[in-house]
């Protein structure tokens, strides 16, 4: 029986401790500073529109834990001597292990914009930025949004279920068209106007004014805040853009991006680049390390920033430490997300670049892009919306905006190469939408 | 530098948040209606009859049609569930309480107290004289409170839901269920001076219908409308609803006909998340629904055998043994705690702990039916909308986030769980 001890307890270290305990009699810690208990990092969102209350958030009931011999402590990780084998606590108490996991996550990017440190400019990533919102909404008239990505929006949405006048600054022509082709970006772009927020494309943050103008060099070269700095008092009042224009406003939120947590492993001598190093069995430099979720980086150079890769992470771990070495081989790419009303689903390949080869209704010149077209329908009217990438005919991808696909179907085409003739012919079996919902007719 | 000083459009104020002045109304319209139902307890309308019928039920249901309306002008799409958990009346605050508390007072006079409703049925006299020719009676007033609640919120439903073409027609199936089949169609009947009869209510929901003395009578009555009741509460018990489950779930009847669904799927709607998601209130409701379904299958059982005996068993204990049932299940579960407890416990509390016939519709549908919710592959985030949401208690997301199948007993089929999924995580299915 090994002591594991697994710092962060987001979805990436709770389904490893999940998965050990399923596998195992091993002992298992979960450090966590941010909360008690596991809960969705997603579901933020619903509890700042009052859709959830926090409690409704926590997918397993608090006795949970203690049954299934999982210890849950709150308290923040120091240091990690991998020597000794132990975690120093901010406690003052010393946690030891045979084989730790980091599951530290991803914290908001901050890029040295002057003002950043102002009261009422935030981020929005965990529950402390969620209690912090609660306190930098009031009175707020108008807030400013910084980025154009998933949580950008998301805070968007938040934002205007309590009537706060939003402007959203994206640096992209389109929203997040550096991963949606143009049609779908589209959508998303006239679905943001309908629910009236005031969307700046081509704009970035310049600066952020405080309330008393004259004192300008509020200026924080520091880019590795583990927390939101407090300001001295002084609070934000208004943004400037790239082009020199000045929008008044309460509150900033940025949002533009994340990056992975990797001070404690840093400064607990573990290698790391953007994020703690892996290879493909998730282990880092040091023996009897790991890293999994947002924190890590895996040997192709790439960080999954995904609720879902998260879990994988800690499904495979947790087979390796079990005694399964288990090499993380993901399968067919998948993601989802809501923007605003329309629900995006996404599976296997889906180029930002491609070009639409037809579309349903009208036949369009068909036009190559990196050997991928697409087929592409869609119902404005209901904001629905279905994208087929093949590649010489062979499906290897789809983009659903409106329209909820079977997962199922979808993977197992994309794995046979499915034709595209085929796939349209039965692309009904893809529907997941509920009953009396209009089929999907691509032919 | 230039400087943009932006101002909110002025519509946006009343769009999202706050209360749309024809809502208010609205409101006001069944505040006072019901002021003038506790005004008129005293007999202050004895000889107004009319007028007391016009500014009671046609104010109040005029007040809530204008009231829910409004909610159709909002053109985005989506079930907007913004502020729930902020509501006082919606999440168990003192409002909830005071309306509680109101719902419980009203069943317990509504069924123990008749005589001081004395005047209040006068509201109802109007309407009761041109539908049945027959003078009003307590239960023809509660009949049609409960009918225009069903109407009017479900008219809500029809606002909120919109987007889902599955709602739309469950709820139209409730709305017309309660109307024609529990209100009009009976009230046809009493006008015919033949049985009140309810077409869409089966054993054991309402156990005296299969009862020996209901049963002989009709079927040996001779008329021919009497001898079709008979069968077709025979056929519709023994046949129709283990055939129908097997296709399509309970749901076919819970959310798609039973009245008691319709009240909790229109009225009950607004507090659907106050059901109780932990495990331990599954297993009291386990123990409780089965109990139940346990007791009137032994009385039901008792009362055959005492009538195939000549009434040698059990002699004059089988209609105590009948009224201790209609004591505690019919009043006090279905009525007081079922609906009473609507604000506080979600709208579904007699539909899970206390339904006979949602136990065996449970029974057949779990483990002989081709109706499930499926989950879809690994999208689900575990944000906890769908168990949040579900008006039974179950705890949906601990299988979706598992990817697994939901088989509970249960399950009534409403389908909000899938609604408000943002990842289109569930889907309701019949299949083999």
Known sequence: MARIVIIGNGVAGITAARNIRKRSEHSITVISGESDHFYSRPALMYIFMGHMEYAHTKPYEDWFWKKNRIDVIRDHALHVDTKAKTISLASGDVCHYDSVVFATGAKTNFYSWPGQDLEGVQGFTNLNDLELLEQNVRGVRRAIVVGGGLIGIEVAEMLRSRDIATTMLVRETSYWNNVLPAEESAMVNAHLAEHHVDVRYSTQLAEIVANDSSDTDIVSSDTSHTEIVVGNGQRACAVVTNSGERIECQLVVLTAGVRPRIDLAQSSGIATQRGILVDEYFATSVPDVFAIGDCAERPNGRVDLLWYTARAHGETLAATLCGERTAYRPGVFFNSAKFFDIEYQTYGVVPSAIEVMHEVTKVVTPTDSNGMQSLTWSRPDKRRFLRIVHSNNRVVGFNAMGVRLRAEVCTKWINEAASLDYVVKHIALAQFDAEFTERLRVA | ?432
């Open chain 2, 1 to 432: 530098m230039t400087t943009v000083q932006l101002m909110m459009p002025a519509e946006l104020k009343s769009a999202t948040t706050g209360l749309h002045l024809l809502e208010r109304l609205g409101l006001a319209m069944v505040a006072l209606a019901s002021l003038v139902f506790v005004l008129g307890a005293a007999g202050a309308f004895a000889s107004m009859q009319l007028l007391y019928f016009c500014s009671t039920i046609v104010l109040g249901t005029a007040g809530g049609f204008i009231a829910v309306l409004p909610a159709f002008r909002d053109r985005t799409t989506g079930i907007r569930n913004n502020g729930i958990m902020f509501s006082g009346i919606m999440r168990r605050g003192g409002a909830a309480w005071i309306a509680g508390i109101a719902f419980t007072a009203f069943y317990i006079v509504l069924y123990w107290y008749p005589e001081a409703l004395k005047h209040v049925i006068g509201a109802a006299e109007p309407l009761s004289q041109w539908m049945r020719h027959k003078a009003a009676d307590r239960w023809f007033l509660y009949g049609t409170l409960y009918t225009v609640g069903v109407l009017v919120m479900g008219v809500r439903m029809l606002a909120k839901y919109r987007d889902s073409r599955y709602h739309v027609v469950r709820t139209l199936s409730v709305m017309f269920f309660q109307l024609g089949f529990a209100f009009v169609l009976p009230s046809i009947l009493v006008a015919l001076n033949t049985k009140e009869f309810y077409f869409h209510y089966f054993w054991p929901l309402k156990p005296e219908y299969l009862f020996p003395g209901t049963l002989d009578k009709l079927l040996a009555s001779g008329d021919g409308m009497l001898v079709f009741m008979g069968f077709w509460t025979i056929a519709m018990t023994v046949v129709a609803t283990p055939v129908l489950t097997y296709f399509y779930g309970k749901r076919w009847y819970c959310s798609w006909v039973c009245g008691c669904g319709a009240l909790a799927e229109t009225v009950g709607d607004p507090w659907r998340q106050n059901s109780d998601k932990s495990l331990t209130a599954w297993r009291v409701e386990r123990w409780m629904v089965h109990s139940v379904l346990l007791f009137i299958t032994i009385v039901t059982v008792l009362i055959w055998l005492n009538a195939s005996q000549g009434g040698a068993i059990l002699g004059t204990w089988t209609s105590t043994l009948n009224s201790v049932y209609g004591f505690f299940i019919g009043a006090v579960f279905s009525g007081v705690i079922g609906v009473g407890f609507y604000p506080i416990m979600g709208a579904r509390v007699w539909c899970r702990f206390g339904c006979p016939m949602a136990a065996t519709l449970g029974i057949l549908q779990k483990w002989f039916s081709r109706f499930r919710i499926t989950t879809n592959g690994a999208q689900c985030i575990s944000c906890g909308n769908c168990s949040t949401y579900c008006e039974m208690g179950i705890d949906v997301r601990a299988y979706a986030q598992r990817g697994e199948d939901i088989k509970r007993a249960s399950c009534v089929g409403c389908g909000v769980c899938a609604s408000v999924c943002p990842r289109g995580v569930l889907k309701l299915e019949n299949k083999k």
